[in-house]
């Protein structure tokens, strides 16, 4: 984990410091339910909702009229009910085809550290026979991720846009429960805003 960690810090910092790109700012807020990929879309808006929220920071890292290569850093908060609060940290590269001038597609891989909090209690029997809080401060965990979305620009003539964006993200956590859940899948729906800096 210790490796991972390192790797993400070295790939943050190459991201923040390449010179002369545009940069960027994201906010979403997203809803999301543990399925195998692609299997509960409608289950994100009419289920049971878990809802989360996503800061970034990006670089367009090689623009051309019709399309651009952008790497990102996100950080963000989860609250799946019952299971737990999850804290992600992750790198995003990604590639966004423009159809126009204000409509575009896009799609992104990342990699990067979850810390995940029990949302419920965790107990222990101790020597006296007692139940103790067995809760801790959570567990150090690897996860990985797969976006497909759409994005909007409100004004592309100005001299920082915003863009509207909306995302449909696959996410992996592990190991979750090494014995019986090594892999939990959560399917995530996000709408956000991405403004140029």
Same mark, same amino acid.
């Given at each position: 984990?210790?490796?991972?960690?390192?790797?993400?810090?070295?790939?943050?910092?190459?991201?923040?410091?390449?010179?002369?790109?545009?940069?960027?700012?994201?906010?979403?807020?997203?809803?999301?339910?543990?399925?195998?990929?692609?299997?509960?879309?409608?289950?994100?808006?009419?289920?049971?909702?878990?809802?989360?929220?996503?800061?970034?920071?990006?670089?367009?890292?090689?623009?051309?009229?019709?399309?651009?290569?952008?790497? @990102?850093?996100?950080? /963000?908060?989860? &609250?799946?009910?019952?299971?737990?609060?999850?804290?992600? $940290?992750? *790198? =995003?590269?990604?590639?966004?085809?423009?159809?126009?001038?204000?409509?575009?597609? @896009?799609?992104?891989? /990342?990699?990067? &550290?979850?810390?995940?909090?029990?949302?419920?209690?965790? $107990?222990? *029997? =101790?020597?006296?026979?007692?139940?103790?809080?067995?809760?801790?401060?959570?567990?150090?965990?690897?996860?990985?991720?797969?976006?497909?979305?759409?994005?909007?620009?409100?004004?592309?003539?100005?001299?920082?846009?915003?863009?509207?964006?909306?995302?449909?993200?696959?996410?992996?956590?592990?190991?979750?429960?090494?014995?019986?859940?090594?892999?939990?899948?959560?399917?995530?729906?996000?709408?956000?805003?991405?403004?140029?800096?």
């Amino acid at each position: 984990m210790r490796h991972l960690l390192i790797t993400l810090v070295i790939l943050a910092s190459v991201i923040i410091a390449s010179a002369q790109r545009q940069t960027y700012v994201s906010a979403a807020f997203f809803t999301t339910q543990n399925a195998i990929p692609f299997e509960k879309f409608s289950g994100l808006l009419k289920e049971t909702i878990h809802p989360g929220l996503e800061i970034g920071y990006g670089r367009i890292l090689k623009p051309k009229e019709k399309h651009e290569w952008f790497g @990102e850093v996100k950080m /963000g908060y989860f &609250y799946h009910r019952f299971v737990q609060h999850g804290l992600p $940290l992750y *790198l =995003n590269f990604g590639y966004r085809y423009k159809f126009n001038s204000r409509l575009a597609a @896009e799609t992104s891989i /990342g990699a990067g &550290y979850m810390h995940s909090i029990p949302a419920t209690a965790k $107990l222990k *029997l =101790n020597e006296e026979g007692e139940y103790e809080n067995n809760k801790g401060i959570g567990r150090m965990q690897a996860m990985a991720t797969y976006a497909i979305g759409f994005s909007y620009v409100l004004n592309p003539t100005a001299a920082k846009t915003i863009r509207v964006f909306t995302s449909y993200q696959q996410r992996l956590q592990f190991p979750f429960v090494k014995s019986y859940v090594p892999l939990l899948p959560y399917n995530s729906f996000m709408i956000g805003l991405i403004k140029s800096k």
